[in-house]
Structure formats: structure tokens, C-alpha cells
């Protein structure tokens, strides 16, 4: 199946492309949250944050944060959530990685509606201990 996202890199699916270099693109998203809500991307196909060879990562975040800035400033807004969905369970239906960059509004009726969880004695640290031991250990 052809990914959508390779087919704008390639210019074979028309995009608003608002930025490019030799590795990053971004467009707007073409069913945005908020009027232009925009997407960054690597080039190179990976389908989702730790595929993205090493080498792009330094680009692409200082690509959010310039298409962040000219959202912000374009738009005249100020504040804009970075969004990225990872996996299926977590609501990703694109599998060429991407961070999404909305723009907010104070009028916006966009409201998350979390169901926020409370940690019994003791079950944080075990919690944090799950994830410690594998960050300096990544193999
Ligand atoms: P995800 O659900 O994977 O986090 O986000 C994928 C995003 O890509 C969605 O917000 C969707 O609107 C956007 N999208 C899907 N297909 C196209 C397309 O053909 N063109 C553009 N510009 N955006 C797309
Ligand atoms: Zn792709």
C-alpha cells in the first residue's frame, strides 16, 4: 500500500507545504483541529518516533519548533499543543511518523477529556523504576 505521506514528499498527492530542507517536511493537515493545524515530518519513511533514524532527529525537532514559531506569529496566536500519535492504541492512522502542531484559540471548544488516575503507596516508585531500568540500557 502507498503511504500517503511519502506520496507528498514525492509531490505525486498535492500538500500546502509550508516548510522544507533536505530532510523535513511540513504541510497543513487536510482535516485540521484548528485552522492551520500543521504537520511535520521526516522524509524518509518510518512509521513512528523510534524508527526516525538518529541523524534526522536533531532536524526534525528544530523543525517543529520553527514551524511552532511561524504558526504562532502567522496565525497570531498563543499557544499551540505538540501532538504525536504512536501506534494504533494510541490513535495513530498515519504510519509515516509526524508530530502535529495545532494552533489554540481561546475560543476553541477543544476540551480533553482525561481520565486521570491516582497511584496507590508505593506504586509510583515501582512504576518509575519499570521504565529507569531500561532507559540507560537500550540495546
Ligand atoms: P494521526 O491520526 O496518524 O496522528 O494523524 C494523521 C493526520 O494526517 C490526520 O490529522 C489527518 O487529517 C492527516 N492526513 C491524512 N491524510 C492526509 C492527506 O492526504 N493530506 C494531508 N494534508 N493530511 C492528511
Ligand atoms: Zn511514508
Redesign the pocket.
Known sequence: MKC?FCE?VNRN?P?EIIFEDEKIIA?????PFNFGHS?VIPKIHCEDFLSVPEDHLMNLISAVQAVSKAVLKGLNVSGFNIIS?NGKTA????FHF?F?IIPRFKSDKHKYRLNLKSYAPGEMKRFAESIKNFVNNQE
Open positions: 500517503i507528498i498527492s500538500a504541510f497543513l493537515d487536510n482535516k504537520l500519535n490513535g495513530q492512522s498515519v509526524h502535529h
